[in-house]
């Protein structure tokens, strides 16, 4: 799932202070389960931003939903009377629902409440950690489903570099070394040979650096 | 002065400035370049050298220019934000200068699909207007982009930008340039311009802003080898305009390489009038030989 | 200040603090008459929301108070309430309220003097803090 993390409050009330009445969005999605962007942090950012202005001696009017998932059409559509009652809109979805929002709804203003951060999973009870790279063209099948790209900081095909030490990365001791885990597990599956293997110049044009990405199913369209 | 630059001296004259364009090789020899520097001094001011434009590997824009500077052309080193992120470029910025570099020209580049390496990554660390802070603050505020100070032997560019008159939004083109010269920008050099309709509302714009006295702007001209040259630019090249009357012009003619000359020659002619244009950039590519005729053609060749 | 009379919201569980403040009645236990006892299901059944919109509306001070850490009822509530509270603190330092208006206690359903102690000692601590800082906001009206 999506990552993402709540940006100071803060900074949330400084993008609304020219407003009197917003429309707080939360996401049933990725920000729901990662605990950044639900129903009941949507309610906790909109009574924060109302203490703020409180604080001013000034009014703020929230009024506080959540789709189901900002990232589709269909679960956003249904919030344009309540997107035309406010004078802007905040979203606790992530990079994505804050786009897919502010394209439904031309003419407003959609703030994010939240910094988007990674492409991961729950690794404990209220930790997240990066698993991929959104590379575009997996190579998991040879590195024991670990992946280079993303958990090594140099994204390097061919490791571990030189930096790699007592099993962590040489930019932080609470960062294993993804090579040092490729490496354990390659072993464990006696499969080094994956990893003597030279890998070729990486294609990153499926990557971001290709430009934006799109996928079609035919089958599935209208 | 700011800068070492000769060009900064040409144009803070107020003498009309010409400068070229050369691509390096894709190979390791400096031969061709050598020729060029040969072919081109005395007619330019200054000499840009490509860094690997439209993305297809060549030899170094730096090392290119050093080979211009040791016989004797003043070259302006093209810098683009695709291939280096801050580290390299500041990096490369003074490694040039204590080579003889004086000018540099900012920009963004073409994205590396159009040439022969689309699967590599790109950087874009820094934009173009980033760039030229940078490389503003290396030379005024003696720090290198993280903040941090440059104790002694800044390099002092004369730092170039480039603007667009014929990408959109159009009106938006004007305010980017005084981003650009905001940024730091000392001198502009315009894509190439076929339409000159579209060019003289541009440096009208310019003009009500005032731009033309904060940055010295040569106006880019790229002499049409043919009518399908043209035709091909018009179709299928981002951000340049082909009118149709050109094209025109040129497939009613037996001598359309002559006629391409003529055309550029005459645009020249016409630039010169325009208030705020302070010289031009030929761009004659894969015709640099074209480039003596056309400064002498123009009426250029002043010394 | 000398006659600031916080409002403070107590938020009990039925099974120790609740039934804490029946015993400290029962022995004519005197305490701070500014608190105003909320009895709850659990201490982890408070929601974090309802916390915020008590200093929204005006609370000067707001405290949990929840079972012996081990002896929750419902095995971990309390433990749960203790992090809510701690992150909470957080959030309204954040807003610009002091965290110490925000607090835990744990206790147990036959302590009802420590039930006492608690209710004065956090009234005499929003006491020396003054009128929450969301009041600055009505000074600006009344200027107005």
């Not at chain 2, 580290?87 to 540099?104: E, F, K, P, R, W």
């Not at chain 2, 603007?163 to 939004?169: E, T």
């Not at chain 3, 009234?123 to 009344?142: A, F, H, Q, V, W």
């Amino acid at each position: 799932m999506i990552i993402a993390e709540p940006k100071p409050i803060q900074e949330v009330a400084e993008y609304i202070k020219e407003y009197h009445k917003v429309l707080v969005v939360g996401c049933g999605g990725c920000t729901s389960v990662c605990l950044s962007g639900g129903e009941t942090e949507a309610d906790i950012l909109a009574t924060s931003l109302r203490i703020l202005r409180k604080k001013e001696g000034q009014k703020l009017e929230t009024v506080v939903t959540t789709a189901t998932r900002q990232c589709e059409p269909e679960f956003i559509d249904g919030l344009k009377e309540l997107v035309d009652e406010a004078e802007a809109v905040i979203s606790l979805g992530c990079g994505v629902g804050v786009q897919f929002l502010a394209e439904r709804f031309q003419e407003k203003w959609v703030l994010p409440a939240l910094n988007t951060i990674l492409a991961g999973g729950t690794v404990q009870p209220g930790q997240w950690e990066e698993r991929c790279g959104l590379c575009g063209d997996c190579q998991l099948h040879l590195t024991g489903g670990i992946c280079p790209v993303i958990r090594c900081a140099k994204s390097i095909q061919n490791g571990p570099c030189g930096g790699s030490q007592n099993g962590v990365c040489e930019i932080s001791t609470e960062m294993p070394c993804a090579w040092q885990l490729i490496y354990e597990k390659l072993t464990v599956l006696n499969r080094l040979d994956l990893m003597l293997a030279y890998r070729p110049a990486k294609d990153w044009s499926k990557e971001r650096s290709g430009g934006p990405r799109k996928m079609k199913r035919e089958d599935a369209a209208l | 002065m700011k800068s070492c630059s000769g060009l900064e001296k040409v144009l803070t004259e107020g003498r009309f400035a010409v400068t070229a364009e050369i691509g390096p090789p894709k190979h390791a020899s400096a031969e061709k370049i050598i020729e060029y520097a040969k072919m081109l001094k005395g007619w330019v001011d200054a000499v840009n050298i490509t860094d690997n434009q439209t993305a297809i590997v060549r030899l170094s824009s730096i090392a290119a220019g050093v080979h211009l500077y040791n016989n004797g052309v003043e070259p302006v080193i093209q810098v683009t934000c695709r291939d280096r992120n801050r580290i390299a470029m500041q990096s490369d910025l003074m490694g040039a200068y204590s080579l003889g570099m004086c000018n540099v020209l900012c920009l963004s580049g073409d994205h590396q699909k159009f040439g022969n390496h689309p699967q590599a990554k790109n950087v874009y660390d820094v934009d173009s207007i980033q760039l030229i802070d940078m490389v503003r603050g290396m030379r005024d505020d003696k720090k290198f982009q993280c903040g941090e100070d440059i104790k002694e032997h800044q390099p002092k560019y004369f730092i170039g930008a480039v603007a667009n008159p014929f990408a959109d939004p159009f009106e938006f083109r004007v305010l980017r340039l005084e981003k650009k010269i905001n940024a730091g920008a000392d001198f502009i050099q315009t894509q190439s311009i076929f339409d000159m309709n579209r060019f003289e509302k541009f440096m009208n714009m310019v003009r009500q802003r005032g731009l033309h006295k904060k940055v010295h702007i040569l106006a880019g001209v790229t002499p049409l080898k043919s009518a399908r040259a043209a035709r091909f630019i018009q179709k299928n090249v981002a951000g340049m305009i082909v009118p149709d009357e050109v094209i025109e012009r040129m497939e009613k003619v037996e001598d359309q390489k002559g006629e391409g000359i003529k055309i550029a020659t005459e645009q020249i002619q016409q630039l010169k009038k325009i208030e705020g244009v302070a010289g031009v950039h030929i761009m004659a590519i894969n015709w640099e030989d074209m480039v003596p005729e056309i400064v002498e053609k123009a009426g250029l060749k002043n010394y | 200040m000398n006659n600031f009379k916080p409002k403070i919201i107590a938020f009990c569980c039925y099974y120790c603090a609740y039934a804490a403040a029946d015993v400290a009645g029962s022995l004519r236990l005197q305490y701070a008459p500014e608190v105003r006892l909320i009895e709850m299901p659990c201490s982890g059944r408070v929601d974090p929301v309802v916390i915020l919109k008590a200093f929204e509306e005006g609370a000067d001070g707001v405290y949990v108070a929840g079972c012996m850490e081990g002896d929750c009822h419902f095995l971990k509530g309390n433990i749960q309430a203790k992090k809510r509270v701690e992150h909470l603190q957080k959030v309204i330092a954040e807003l610009g309220i002091e965290p110490e208006r925000l607090a835990m206690y744990n206790l147990s359903g036959a302590q009802g003097d420590r039930f006492a102690e608690i209710a004065n000692q956090f009234t005499e601590r929003i006491k020396k803090l003054g009128p929450s800082p969301i009041k600055e906001g009505e000074m600006y009206n009344d200027n107005s």
